[in-house]
């Protein structure tokens, strides 16, 4: 199957930073790849679809970027509500990362 | 604006089946570009795809739980459903159904809605 590897696993960053996550595929995805956010106690929610694509009415601080095997999120001021744990995932036979839990510094 | 909830047992015994529900409103099941999924996750873990149906009936399945899963729909309860049998400790979890919106002409696709999800535990 297609393992899915972000990195880092958990990040401290301060309100105002600009932070990316990385996500790794074992073999190609394409752009078959998606990013979400969770917050504690409550499901998932998505932010990029189709590795650029912003979900409608996602703040625009949210890119996404990659094809093939490397895929990057990035948020380009942190704001106080985007302290959460992100996932990719690949939608070629659906396998998510680990997760990247991003903590206030 | 379409929403989905999970239903069924929060506790099953161990070897028994896990049988769960998602009610669909909103929106026809049947309607649009989509199929329908369930996810679970384990507590402080990751997330893990079960499998996912088209309204028509045809399903695709993790292979790692395919022997032991059975996804359903019913269409005219605009509903979903989800059975693993055999369960042990390791199926202990929260399970989510949700929407996947998927692009016809790529295949691409994504997990678009999802349920608040619904902890299910095994144990005797």
């Known amino acids: 199957d297609i393992q899915m590897t972000q990195s880092p696993s958990s990040l401290s960053a301060s309100v105002g930073d600009r932070v990316t996550i990385t996500c790794r595929a074992s073999?190609?995805?394409?752009?078959?790849l998606n990013w979400y956010q969770q917050k504690p106690g409550k499901a998932p929610t998505l932010l990029i679809y189709?590795?650029?694509t912003l979900e409608s009415g996602v703040p625009s601080r949210f890119s996404g970027s990659g094809s093939g095997t490397d895929f990057t999120l990035t948020i380009s001021s942190l704001q106080p509500e985007d302290f959460a744990t992100y996932y990719c995932?690949?939608?070629?036979?659906?396998?998510f990362g680990q997760g990247t839990k991003l903590e206030i510094k | 604006q379409v929403q989905l909830q999970e239903s069924g047992p929060g506790l099953v015994k161990p070897s028994q089946t896990l049988s769960l529900t998602c009610t669909v409103s909103?929106?026809?099941?049947?309607?649009?570009?989509?199929?329908w999924s369930w996810i679970r996750q384990p507590a402080g873990k990751g997330l893990e795809w079960i499998g996912r149906?088209?309204?028509?009936?045809?399903?695709n399945y993790n292979p790692s739980l395919k022997s032991r899963v059975t996804i359903s729909v019913d269409t005219s309860k605009n509903q979903f459903s989800l059975n693993l049998t055999s369960v042990t400790a390791a199926d202990t979890a929260i399970y989510y159904c949700?929407?996947?919106?998927?692009?016809?002409?790529?295949?691409?696709?994504?997990?678009?809605?999802w349920g608040q999800g619904t902890l299910v535990a095994v144990s005797s």
């Open positions: 949700a929407r996947v919106r998927y692009d016809v002409l790529t295949g691409r696709n994504w997990f678009d809605r």
């Open positions: 909103g929106d026809s099941i049947s309607s649009g570009s989509y199929y």
């Open positions: 149906i088209f309204s028509i009936g045809s399903t």
């Open positions: 073999q190609s995805v394409s752009s078959y």
């Open positions: 189709a590795a650029s």
């Open positions: 995932q690949q939608s070629y036979t659906t396998t």
